[in-house]
């Protein structure tokens, strides 16, 4: 008789599993749109430029002089309607890894202000851009172009004093990026001995500045950084390796004013965004490695305090999952490809998966 609860136990439970697995997933794994769309790095849910209801917008890291647009039907994704923004008058935001919407028709396409694989700084990737979808205009904001994206530029200089948790965050972005200089000045050096892959290896491991994550509220603009991690925060020492939020000051210069640090059990931020309460985080590894990403979730007043701010676990996504959008209790996720060498087609086409959230 036991054996026979146990086995009915047990069915109950993949029954169960199984019903839960197919709720959650209004739309599984597909194919988001074609070439030259491959690399999907960052989603938002805006009006459609052309008056026709909602899209998905969507940026590709490798793509700097346009935006993609797919049509939303009530939960579902017009995956093969793909829509092209083109950036007006030859602008160019290399590596867009992250979309906010400021109001209606406007958004902001941030670049991820990162060094390349081997720690060499990218000027180019020092800007973000004010993009007006109806209009079709974008202004270019690059007051970095030119620096080094340390605190020495990030923070607002006309803060009288900097707090203990803003100190925290320029030690682990200041140290990491000394450390990517050393890297880069080895490769630069015409008597190193280090090799290209050597320098990746390293590089990869240093976790320099890479911003991937941005979420509006209201006013309010805050930026994920992917790394690097701060090791300890504090006044909490006992909480180690906590994704950083950055707060813009404002819109005029990529200058910030406050920092929150988010729990992520060790992951930085691969995207954010947000509903009416809460503020979603896909959660990846700050290097290049395949492991599944992670959707978490905290409440939005949490960023209005000095404490840690802890994080639920929602549930695990697919490796690469760069995008993210929320519309109610549905997830838009849209999975990172591979562009290659395969013109006009993709190595390893974008993705995306259409989630129900609890």
């Known amino acids: 008789m036991r054996k026979h609860k146990i086995i009915f136990s047990l069915h109950f439970v993949i029954i169960f599993t199984a019903l839960m697995v197919s709720d959650r997933l209004l739309a599984a794994e597909e194919t988001l749109g074609h070439y030259p769309l491959c690399e999907a790095s960052a989603a938002l849910l805006v009006a459609c430029p052309d008056g026709t209801g909602e899209c998905l917008l969507v940026a590709d890291n490798e793509q700097g002089k346009e935006l993609y647009l797919f049509p939303v039907n009530g939960q579902k994704l017009d995956s093969n309607v793909q829509g092209i923004f083109k950036l007006p008058n030859g602008v160019e935001i290399s590596d867009i890894e992250a979309l906010a919407g400021i109001s209606s028709d406007k958004v902001l396409a941030f670049a991820s202000h990162s060094r390349n694989t081997s720690c060499e700084i990218k000027p180019k990737r020092h800007q973000f851009g004010k993009v007006n979808l109806p209009k079709a205009k974008t202004d270019v904001v690059d007051t970095l172009r030119s620096k080094k994206v340390t605190c020495e530029h990030l923070f607002d200089k006309q803060m009288p004093v900097m707090d203990a ?32 892959d050597d320098a990746k290896n390293l590089c990869n491991a240093v976790n320099s500045f890479n911003a991937e994550g941005s979420v509006a509220i209201g006013n309010d603009v805050w930026i994920g950084l992917r790394a690097p991690l701060l090791k300890a925060h504090p006044s909490q020492p006992e909480k180690k390796n906590l994704a950083i939020l950055l707060h813009m000051k404002d819109l005029t210069a990529y200058t910030f004013d406050r920092v929150a640090f988010v729990d992520l059990d060790g992951r930085g931020v691969r995207d954010l965004s947000s509903n009416a309460t809460s503020i979603y985080v896909i959660a990846g590894p700050t290097e290049d490695r395949t492991e599944p990403f992670e959707l978490r979730r905290f409440p939005k007043s949490a960023l209005g305090k000095t404490e840690v701010i802890k994080s639920d676990l929602i549930l695990n996504l697919p490796s690469s999952s760069e995008g993210l959008a929320i519309s109610g209790k549905t997830a838009y996720v849209v999975i990172d490809g591979d562009k290659g060498n395969n013109r006009p087609n993709c190595n390893e086409p974008a993705k995306y998966e259409i989630l129900s959230l609890p």
């Open 165 to 196: 948790p803003i100190k925290a965050a320029c030690k682990a972005i200041d140290t990491a990026d000394l450390l990517a200089t050393l890297i880069d000045d080895a490769v630069q050096a015409k008597n190193s001995n280090l090799t290209e």
